[in-house]
């Protein structure tokens, strides 16, 4: 049951000052550990190949997950660390300094296999003290991380986490009521690993935060951010955030107090802001090409990356909602308990684009046609020695003279195009057409290729707003199945009626969370992946 | 605040109004009805998901029913030509059935042509090609048995007829008007009495992106008692359909279909009910001119607060903190805060 507004409001009059007490841990083995993956995925991320970035990318995800996860320290790291190859093919491909970091890296993981992780030792200890003293608390964690804090507790007489509440979302932690504690495993951080609501701190419902962060993981400047935040003169621990000096209001006031736990004599006395992991990640995650992405879960196992303002064909089971098959907006409109839509289906005949050969293309088609089958290595080489560096260049040449499909396919780029006709000697035996208005012959022949590429972009979208029309006109046909399936079932498959123009089926996933922080390459975006795979884009 | 009214929120015990929504209804109340003022954009952040935008509206809803000329009666002639105007020369020829966003015919709502009359209730006439838009005469059809008449009125007694699914401009029986009583939220308020009988559309409230029904449910969840009946803050706002009221002093904008539920000229005020709302609001251009009191929970995604906070942000090239009226507002509750920005002089 949501607290209302009256209660919170109340609880903040209550609550002069809020309190966090955060529990610093070191370790020397788990610190050479850290010190040597980062370095290993600095180090490769440098090198920019493209394997080397998808290492560095599964170590990153790997380390980030034991920065904000109580994982048990076994197998399991050592396991990891061994997936990306043998410390021999790693000096072979990628040379000695990341082999003597990877060595390291492995017997530190071997070295702590024998140790509990203090992270847990600590958070039972929490835990038991909170059980004790009867003082309601709940665990901010991600959904998959919910596991390795119930493994805490799992002899009888410790079953204390059955009473537990997790939060896990944005949305659970609206829903929570107040209570006493919320306990965090890692730094606080707005997206990506480790990440948690800003309101957490802008709007507490709880008078005590327990923080086990492992030491030199520091928060993210300005996490607590409210749009609205008052510039009064109560600040502290948070006093980063930017205030508003057109707001009134009282801004909520913390006093932290940081104990650490354990030893690190490490190669670097203490921590700084260089060696936070998820400062140097996070420089080095840059959007670059990849897009911020929002995880739709539609299980405990898969996910669908989606842009965040993608429009998600999706249905609603709640009765009255008012359009309950439409598209919607994930994270905003598209929310757990919902069912995304993924159709499969044929290719609607709706005769394609009217693009007819032109004048110009005919021209130069017929020429690269008959230049490529008379001698195509010179002919490629020539282009290449004019600059056309393209990839592939035999079978694009072979595509570009193609004169059956009209003015398409030809090359992408201005100059490339220029530097074809250059090289095919075209255009200067002065034939021209009627309407030809002067001007290089490339620049003619560029612009009509122009022409015909708007028209082909202009058809496929108004192909794909009929096949949209033709879909929902099919799903509210069907609604009545539709309600009866996700009534009874999480994942259904329904097949498009025989007599609709569209012939395929439905898949439709009810969602789990949604989940904002990723960042992950074109090709990930919209299909069903493992959650496994889907972390790695994690931010 | 009137201590016989009580409170309650989510079905939680009966209690004096707290503080918070007394502040919200003051607030709303307090908000400067002189439309010689600079525009003003205020964004308000709530600990917690709350009716707190509707409280605001009722609180402005208050204010306006003490102002003699915060009414639809005076311009509801002309109200009338345009939208005539507007289903003869571009509805009705219009072969787009019928979305303006999508159209972009720079109409808010389509015009069917309809007008209906509280003494006719179930009956509608439809305006005629008859129409004379000089002389400003409106004609229209209306069915007696199985024939048609042409009927015509003078302006001073249009106000009998009004557009189809809209309320009345006014009520002519006691039975149909507010009661006063309902409103004794501020105790010093001077009501004009006349205005419990007249709709006014000066005053919108623009509702969640998850449609009017979600807009509707969490103002329903606000209940008050006063004397011996109890009133949900759906339906104190009056606003058209939410309750049997039969006229609405508060005009509804759906965020998520970005239409109003009448055809009504830019609103003096606007109370947008959450983020999205609030930046809708705030970048369409119906708006420009009006007054805008967005009333936000913070507790979302950070993507969500950051356009918040750039919308404030890019609005401060043109706005300046308003520090008389933030000095003059009672002591804001904890938890909340609020900022007001007024347009600065040219």
């Known amino acids: ?331 905003e409109t598209l929310l757990p308990g919902m069912f995304v839509i993924l159709p499969q289906h044929d290719d609607l005949d709706l005769g394609g684009s009217q693009i007819q050969a032109g004048f110009f293309s005919s021209v130069w088609k017929t020429r690269l046609a008959a230049e490529y089958m008379a001698d195509p290595c010179g002919l490629v080489g020539r282009l290449k020695a004019n600059g056309i560096r393209l990839l592939n260049l035999h079978s694009s040449v072979g595509r570009w003279s193609r004169t059956s499909s009209g003015v398409l396919p030809a ?94 089926s439905f898949s439709f996933y009810k969602i789990l969370s949604t989940e904002d922080g990723f960042l992950a390459p074109d090709t990930e975006l919209n299909a069903v992946r493992e959650l496994n795979t889907i972390y790695q884009w994690r931010a | 605040m009137l201590s016989t009214v009580l409170f309650s929120d989510s079905e939680a015990e009966w209690c004096p109004i707290p503080r918070w929504a007394e502040f919200l209804i003051q607030l709303g109340y307090s908000w400067p009805a002189d439309v010689t003022q600079p525009r003003r954009v205020a ?86 090609d008859e129409t004379n838009f000089e002389e400003r005469q409106i004609a229209w059809i209306q069915r007696d048995g199985q024939n048609n008449c042409l009927v015509r009125r003078r302006p001073q007694y249009m106000t009998d007829y009004h557009i189809d699914d809209e309320p009345p401009p006014q009520w002519y029986t006691a039975d149909g008007e507010l009661s006063a009583q309902l409103y004794h939220f501020i105790a010093t308020a001077p009501f004009h009495p006349d205005n419990f009988r007249k709709s006014y559309s000066g005053l919108c409230l623009a509702g969640r992106t998850g449609g009017g029904k979600a807009s509707r449910e969490i103002c329903a969840s606000m209940r008050f008692r006063i004397g011996s009946g109890e009133h949900g803050l759906e339906d104190l706002i009056t606003v058209h359909g939410w309750s049997d009221r039969n006229i609405s002093r508060v005009s509804f904008f759906n965020a998520r279909t970005a239409e109003f539920d009448r055809y009504v000229a830019a609103p003096r005020i606007v109370v947008a009910d959450g983020d999205a709302s609030f930046l809708k609001i705030a970048g369409q251009t119906e708006f420009q001119e009006s007054n805008i009191v967005g009333v936000i929970h913070r507790i979302m995604e950070r993507e969500r607060l950051n356009a918040l906070g750039d919308k404030m942000s890019a609005l401060r090239q043109w706005y300046e903190p308003d520090e008389d009226m933030l000095l003059g507002l009672p002591e804001v509750p904890r938890g909340m805060s609020i900022s007001i920005l007024k347009r600065r002089h040219n």
């Open chain 1, 411 to 504: 090359p992408g780029d201005r100059c490339h195009f220029q530097m074809l006709i250059q090289v095919l000697r075209v255009g200067l035996d002065g034939v021209t057409p009627p309407k030809h208005e002067g001007g290089p012959w490339w620049q003619s022949a560029w612009n009509e290729i122009r022409h015909a590429r708007g028209d082909a972009i202009q058809t496929g979208r108004h192909e794909h707003q009929l096949i949209d029309e033709e879909l929902l006109g099919i799903l509210g046909g069907l609604l009545p199945a539709i309600r009866c399936e996700a009534a009874a079932t999480k994942a259904f498959p329904l097949v498009i009626p025989s007599d609709r123009a569209l012939h395929g």
């Open chain 2, 43 to 128: 964004l308000i952040s709530m600990p917690c998901d709350s009716a707190a935008a509707g409280l605001v509206a009722l609180g402005a809803m208050i204010r306006d029913l003490c102002d003699p000329l915060a009414n639809d009666v005076d311009g509801h002639y002309d109200r009338l030509l345009r939208y005539a105007r507007q289903y003869l020369h571009a509805c009705r020829p219009c072969e787009m059935k019928c979305n303006p966003q999508l159209a972009r015919c720079g109409y808010s709502k389509q015009a069917t042509g309809l007008l209906r009359s509280p003494f006719l209730p179930r009956k509608t006439v439809q305006i005629s």
């Open chain 1, 1 to 331: 049951m949501p607290a209302t507004a009256s209660l919170v409001f109340d609880f903040f009059e209550n609550h002069p000052s809020f309190s966090i007490e955060r529990h610093e841990i070191a370790m020397a083995a788990f610190g050479v550990l850290r010190r040597s993956m980062r370095s290993i995925v600095v180090s490769l991320r440098d090198g920019g190949d493209h394997e080397a970035c998808e290492t560095a990318d599964r170590l990153r995800s790997s380390l980030s997950e034991w920065l904000t996860v109580p994982v048990p320290f076994d197998g399991a790291i050592l396991a990891a660390l061994q997936t990306i190859g043998s410390p021999v093919e790693l000096e072979a491909r990628w040379g000695r300094d990341i082999r003597n970091a990877f060595d390291s890296a492995l017997c530190a993981a071997q070295s702590i296999q024998l140790i509990q992780n203090p992270i847990r030792e600590r958070l039972r200890a929490v835990i038991r003290d909170l059980d004790v003293g009867g003082l309601p608390f709940r665990i901010y964690c991600h959904r998959t991380a919910r596991a390795h804090f119930e493994s805490l507790f799992t002899k009888p007489e410790d079953a204390l986490l059955g009473e537990v509440t997790f939060l896990h979302s944005v949305c659970d932690y609206r829903d929570s009521d107040t209570f006493d504690t919320l306990i965090k495993v890692g730094p606080f951080r707005s997206w990506g690993w480790g990440s948690a609501p800003d309101a957490i701190k802008a709007a507490p419902r709880f008078g005590t935060l327990v923080q086990i962060v492992w030491a030199g993981c520091a928060d993210e400047p300005g996490f607590g951010y409210d749009p609205v935040a008052p510039s009064a003169s109560e600040t502290t621990g948070s006093a980063a955030q930017a205030a508003d000096e057109s707001a009134l209001g009282t801004r909520i006031s913390w006093t932290q107090r940081v104990t650490r736990f354990g030893d690190d004599d490490g190669p670097t006395a203490g921590y700084s802001s260089e060696d936070d992991e998820f400062q140097v990640f996070g420089r080095l995650n840059q959007p670059g090409q990849k897009r911020r992405a929002t995880l739709v879960q539609i299980d405990g196992e898969q996910g669908i990356l989606y842009l965040p303002h993608s429009q998600v064909l999706s249905f609603d089971p709640a009765t009255g909602t008012d359009v309950p098959v439409g598209h919607r907006l994930p994270g």
